[in-house]
């Protein structure tokens, strides 16, 4: 069974710039959530889909945004970028929530890392 | 609010040794607890998962955690360490969403194991 799939895993943009990162979920996972990982914030909730439907949300400008397609797949963006951008992003599949009687575990691609100069 | 402290930001120790990380997470409610290794340029990787049941729960790798309800804490050991352990090690409560569902991982600060010869 194929894992969480990120694409690019590598990229380099300049600020004010915009840019687009992929995630192919678990085959059967529909839910798909993203995370921004940095040195000094840690690991940081963006939001999550399930069924195309934006689920829930982090606490993030509204430069940060994603969507689902009728595949699972999912896309996330960020536009006008800054310096501060820079980051590990990481997308996990999963295949419900605890409160729908899953257990909230979550399936991690290697992610993307984005570069801001 | 659930949240989930790792009280030690690097940890070293030589290769054969036992070694123990720690966290502790604060709930109002049940929760599922999980250990995470990120390998250098690497997505998160599940160690092992505490859902229900015996409190002492091992997972991959040679790890175990034991869940202590009455301390909050769900510390992860290993008795003997190898070099290939040196990665980053996260502790993550699931989030329960009673409103519309959902999966929300909140993450510990994290731990760097450094394995010494």
């Known amino acids: 069974k194929a894992g969480v799939t990120q694409t690019p895993r590598y990229l380099i943009k300049t600020r004010g710039q915009q840019v687009t990162l992929s995630c192919s979920p678990i085959?059967?996972?529909?839910?798909v959530s993203w995370y921004q990982q940095t040195p000094g914030q840690g690991l940081q909730f963006l939001f999550e889909?399930?069924?195309?439907?934006?689920?829930n949300k982090g606490n993030f400008p509204g430069r940060f945004s994603g969507r689902q397609f009728s595949n699972s797949r999912s896309e996330m963006n960020v536009s006008t970028l800054e310096l501060g951008d820079s980051a590990l992003y990481l997308c996990?599949?999963?295949?419900?929530?605890?409160?729908?009687?899953?257990?909230?575990?979550?399936?991690f691609g290697e992610g993307s890392r984005l570069t801001v100069l | 609010a659930q949240s989930v402290t790792q009280l030690d930001s690097q940890v070293p120790v030589f290769e054969e040794a036992p070694v123990e990380l720690r966290c502790n997470y604060s709930?109002?409610?049940?929760?599922?607890l999980f250990w995470y290794v990120q390998y250098p340029n690497q997505g998160l990787q599940l160690l092992l998962k505490?859902?229900?049941?015996?409190?002492l729960v091992k997972g991959i790798n040679g790890f175990e955690a034991e869940f202590n309800k009455s301390q909050t804490s769900f510390h992860l050991r290993k008795p003997s360490v190898h070099i290939s352990d040196t990665a980053e090690y996260f502790c993550?409560?699931?989030?329960?969403?009673?409103?519309?569902?959902?999966?929300?991982?909140?993450f510990g600060t994290g731990t760097q194991l450094k394995v010494e010869l």
């Open positions: 505490y859902l229900s049941g015996s409190t």
């Open positions: 889909y399930f069924s195309e439907t934006q689920r």
């Open positions: 709930s109002s409610v049940s929760v599922y």
């Open positions: 085959s059967g996972h529909r839910s």
């Open positions: 996990a599949s999963s295949l419900e929530g605890v409160s729908h009687g899953g257990t909230g575990e979550l399936f």
């Open positions: 993550a409560v699931s989030t329960i969403i009673l409103t519309g569902g959902g999966n929300k991982l909140t």
